[in-house]
């Protein structure tokens, strides 16, 4: 079984700054990718960024140039730095990785249990 636990959301003013971080463990033979996804009150759950093994990543276009993902392979940890957050920002991040617990066995998809991130004056 995989774990992903969260950690960093929070209250912010508009113009602030917060960083997300996401530890996975348990049996993990490789981590192909961990990103980050939110959901908003009365919306659909989307991708805010990702990171892959090799280090490339996908933002989306709401966030680039806001937000940075990096990932610690050998923590199997990934972070989501967030600056010049917005109202709209506010919601439910949850982490995300594609996990292979067995070499040869299929990668699958675990989730955090989410954190609430909510910009607000």
């Known amino acids: 079984q995989v774990q992903l636990v969260e950690s960093g959301g929070g209250l912010v003013q508009p113009g602030g700054s917060l960083r997300l971080s996401c530890a996975a463990s348990g049996s993990i033979f490789s981590i192909y990718a961990m990103g980050w996804y939110r959901q908003a009150p009365g919306k659909q759950r989307e991708l805010v960024a990702v990171i892959f093994s090799g280090g490339s990543t996908n933002y989306a276009e709401s966030v680039k140039g806001r937000f940075t993902i990096a990932r610690d392979n050998a923590k199997n940890t990934v972070y989501l730095e967030m600056n010049s957050l917005k109202p709209e920002d506010t919601a439910v991040y949850y982490c995300?990785?594609?996990?292979?617990?067995?070499?040869?066995?299929?990668?699958?998809?675990?989730w955090g249990q989410g954190t609430k991130v909510t910009v607000s004056s």
């Open positions: 995300n990785a594609r996990v292979t617990v067995t070499m040869g066995t299929l990668p699958r998809d675990y």
